[in-house]
């Protein structure tokens, strides 16, 4: 079974320039409103505005641990992609060899972790308070 | 010529970007430049054709373990380290093992460069998504059935733990 996909990392280049531009944009339009607009600063214009809250602590407060939890989920479901990744490429023909098999071997499997999306659920894994 | 160039973009972005990890005092600025290095090897990857590779280590490295990681840093409320000035023992012993490690590596890079090889996953299209693919779907269905059970377990093990110690 070859797999004649490959011609060589020149494929990707396109790519690449498009990482390169979308970097680069991001950084031009970020910046050039600081190059061409005038910078003017005061102490009244650095005041919080009206009657807003005057700004308590650092920036750098302490995370709660509950953030940590939505990013180990974020993870094991990431990781889940990653099994669906390669069998969404090959689909078209395996379902040509296999028929619907392959359909429903990928919705067994996420089935079986949706078992683990309800029992997060249930549990208030995503709940905030 | 491309590849060559592309070879070189990538590889002095990833040395870039692991000399930052390394060398910045700032936590998140460190882990950013971590981000950098993945992004290069997985373009390094894209060169060695290890493709599935490449993906994966956008996807999971530069997008799932990143994010643990800038979670681990703001939880722990890391503040911009100090310049550790004297050269203690610890430090002495660290460079050791590194000088110990480079020679290795640079051993081992001498005696496979003469030998001109192709990539071995270009040899046997290990690293492409399609045959990846397909064996999951093929000789590897049991195990990759399995997976997801494994999967299930580690996301109650996460909300069993993280739930006991965050509500007790």
Redesign the interface.
């Known amino acids: 079974?070859?797999?004649l996909?490959?011609t060589?990392?020149?494929a990707?280049?396109p790519l690449?320039l498009l990482i390169i531009a979308g970097i680069g944009l991001g950084f031009l339009l970020a910046n050039l409103s600081v190059i061409l607009g005038p910078s003017r600063p005061g102490i009244k214009k650095g005041l919080t505005y009206e009657s807003g809250m005057d700004p308590v602590g650092t920036g750098?407060?302490?995370?709660?641990?509950?953030?940590?939890?939505v990013?180990?989920?974020?993870?094991?479901f990431?990781?889940?992609?990653?099994?669906m990744?390669?069998?969404?490429?090959?689909?078209r023909?395996?379902t040509q060899e296999?028929g619907m098999?392959?359909f429903w071997?990928m919705i067994?499997?996420?089935l079986?972790?949706f078992?683990?999306?309800i029992?997060?659920y249930k549990?208030?894994?995503l709940r905030w308070a | 010529m491309v590849e060559i160039i592309l070879f070189w973009l990538f590889s002095i972005l990833g040395i870039a970007g692991a000399v930052g990890l390394i060398f910045n005092r700032n936590p998140i600025y460190a882990a950013l430049s971590l981000i950098i290095n993945f992004f290069s090897i997985a373009g390094l990857y894209l060169s060695l054709r290890a493709e599935f590779l490449a993906v994966i280590q956008i996807l999971v490295y530069a997008g799932a373990i990143m994010v643990l990681f800038l979670f681990v840093i703001m939880l722990l409320n890391l503040q911009t380290e100090e310049k550790a000035e004297k050269f203690d023992a610890k430090r002495g012993i660290a460079f050791l093992f590194g000088l110990a490690f480079a020679a290795e590596m640079i051993y081992a890079l001498r005696s496979f460069a003469s030998e001109g090889q192709t990539p071995l996953a270009a040899q046997f299209d290990y690293g492409q998504v399609e045959p990846i693919g397909r064996s999951l779907m093929t000789s590897f269905l049991f195990p990759f059935e399995m997976i997801s059970v494994v999967l299930l377990a580690a996301l109650i093990g996460a909300i069993v733990v993280a739930r006991k110690h965050t509500y007790t």
């Open positions: 079974m070859p797999f996909l490959y060589g990392i020149s990707y280049v690449f750098h407060e302490r995370f709660s641990v509950k953030f940590y939890l990013a180990m989920l974020f993870i094991l990431d990781i889940e992609v990653v099994f990744y390669p069998w969404a490429v090959q689909f023909q395996l296999f098999f392959p071997e067994t499997f996420v079986i972790l078992v683990g999306y029992y997060m549990k208030g894994g």
